[in-house]
T-cell receptor, first 112, second 115 residues
Framework: GDSVTQMEGPVTLSEEAFLTINCTYT??????LFWYVQYPGEGLQLLLK?????DKGSNKGFEATYRKETTSFHLEKGSVQVSDSAVYFCAPLYNQGGKLIFGQGTELSVKP | DTGVSQDPRHKITKRGQNVTFRCDPISEHNRLYWYRQTLGQGPEFLTY????????KSRLLSDRFSAERPKGSFSTLEIQRTEQGDSAMYLC?????????????FGPGTRLTVL
């Protein structure tokens, strides 16, 4: 069935370090791809999205590019801040706007 | 626009009791989704509605679970004869629906604890 695999956490980085969180999905159909973020004690927030091959989603300094050939949607940020500490979820959306399939989440901890 | 709201935010119940949760989506959003999230895991899809029609149900949704969206606005999720394994965060999300937009916006969730 449809699935997504995320890089295991926790990931611990120093402030201003470069961040990559890997995400790959099964290539059933042509899903839209999303990254959601969950800050401590808060609900899920949409971080960014991409809807077709080679699209780049970006928000708050985070970027991810839809790579159809490798079925990947890796999240990157050039310089992380302590305030980026959160759990990040990769989620493809299948069936033309139906259910999101979430990865297990990657916890990021940024130290000053 | 006030976003997706859920009520209650927390519910503690005894095994065997019935519980009902409510979700109010963003106004004008046609689609409404229910997910369940356990500690340390990503949310799992339960069911979703297009207006008042329930379009898909997960195999996770046993016969004890029922969801409704009677007028195409708010939705309720009922769990009958709760079990300890039902303890989780129940999340509601809404979207405009394609072709207008497929982004799902989530509510704060209802945390259920079954004793």
């Amino acid at each position: 069935g449809d699935s997504v695999t995320q890089m295991e956490g926790p990931v611990t980085l120093s402030e201003e370090a470069f961040l990559t969180i890997n995400c790959t999905y099964t290539a059933t159909g042509y899903p839209s791809l999303f990254w959601y973020v969950q800050y401590p004690g808060e609900g899920l927030q949409l971080l960014l999205k991409a809807t077709k091959a080679d699209d780049k989603g970006s928000n708050k300094g985070f970027e991810a590019t839809y790579r159809k050939e490798t079925t990947s949607f890796h999240l990157e940020k050039g310089s992380v801040q302590v305030s980026d500490s959160a759990v990040y979820f990769c989620a493809p959306l299948y069936n033309q706007g139906g259910k999101l399939i979430f990865g297990q989440g990657t916890e990021l901890s940024v130290k000053p | 626009d006030t976003g997706v709201s859920q009520d209650p935010r927390h519910k503690i119940t005894k095994r065997g009791q019935n519980v009902t949760f409510r979700c109010d989506p963003i106004s004008e959003h046609n689609r409404l989704y229910w997910y369940r999230q356990t500690l340390g895991q990503g949310p799992e899809f339960l069911t979703y509605f297009q207006n008042e029609a329930q379009l898909e149900k997960s195999r996770l949704l046993s016969d004890r679970f029922s969801a409704e969206r009677p007028k195409g606005s708010f939705s309720t999720l009922e769990i009958q004869r709760t079990e300890q394994g039902d303890s989780a965060m129940y999340l509601c999300a809404s979207s405009l629906g394609l072709p207008l937009g497929d982004e799902q916006f989530f509510g704060p969730g209802t945390r259920l604890t079954v004793l």
